[in-house]
């Protein structure tokens, strides 16, 4: 399994940024798909992340400017960023959830996303 990432760079405070997320080689179902972030010092966090059925959920720092959505079909995912914040500055990390126990989560290498006050 590969993810794909794209979408990241430089943005201005309130602005916004599309990431992109596309699996490829995935011969399983999938549980969830999702996005968590890291900034410097700090421990890797959940952002957001949709179940196969579409359900989403949100870390509350995000709620209400970010949106998750899926395209199943491609086994991809985006997280549209809006009113961007200097504190949203972290790596972003796709993460794939087999819905089978026995296979583990597989990640991207991240994406970089910079906010400037």
């Known amino acids: 399994v590969q993810l794909a990432e794209s979408g990241g760079g430089l943005v201005q405070a309130g602005g916004s940024l599309r990431l992109s997320c596309a699996a490829s080689?995935?011969?399983?179902?999938?549980?969830?798909m999702g996005w968590y972030r890291q900034a410097p010092g700090k421990q890797r966090e959940l952002v957001a992340r949709?179940?196969?059925?579409?359900?989403?959920n949100y870390a509350g720092s995000v709620e209400g400017r970010f949106t998750i959505s899926a395209d199943n079909a491609k086994n991809t995912v985006f997280l549209q960023m809006n009113s961007l914040k200097p504190e949203d500055t972290a790596v972003y990390y796709c993460?794939?959830?087999?819905?089978?126990?026995?296979?583990?989560?597989?990640w991207g290498q991240g994406t970089q996303v910079t906010v400037s006050a």
């Open positions: 949709i179940t196969s059925g579409g359900s989403a």
């Open positions: 993460n794939v959830d087999p819905k089978v126990p026995w296979i583990p989560d597989y």
């Open positions: 080689g995935v011969t399983f179902s999938i549980n969830t």
